[in-house]
């Protein structure tokens, strides 16, 4: 959810184990800006998972700011996306949406960016 300090934690994290945290929205957002608009659909999912390989340290991937990914003109499916990133590393991201009885959700129902997802193969936790 927003502002219940998974950024916060996420950083304090980054901190003690001497890692960089891939701040998606800015990350992506930029490396978006150089490709015509029609075009960054086709493009966002390799993009994303460049970023992924520069950012990721001892095997381990901090990821934050995820918003963008939930954007419709990107076409690309977040959680689909993190799993993928998660076969070929350990993947830490701040969802940032709600968990509710093993489920994880973006937005509100009838909102255009509403996604709703079941937790199979995940370790989600909740910050409070």
């Known amino acids: 959810a927003p502002n219940s ?7 304090q994290f980054a901190k003690r184990r001497d890692l960089k945290i891939l701040n998606v929205g800015a990350a992506l957002g930029r490396e978006l800006l150089t490709i015509p608009g029609p ?5 966002a999912s390799d993009l ?15 990821m934050d700011n995820l918003e963008i990914l939930f954007d419709q003109g990107l076409r690309l499916n977040p959680l689909d996306l993190l799993r993928r990133h998660a ?3 350990r993947v830490i991201a701040a969802w940032p949406g709600a968990l ?15 996604q709703d997802y079941g937790c199979d193969g995940l370790v989600p936790f909740r910050v409070n």
């Open 87 to 89: 076969q070929a590393r």
């Open 100 to 114: 509710t009885e093993n489920r994880l959700s973006y937005a509100t129902t009838g909102h255009p960016e509403y």
């Open 5 to 11: 300090g998974k950024s916060d934690l996420l950083r």
């Open 48 to 62: 994303l998972k460049g970023l992924a390989g520069e950012f990721t340290s001892n095997g381990l991937l901090l």
């Open 39 to 43: 075009r960054r659909h086709l493009q």
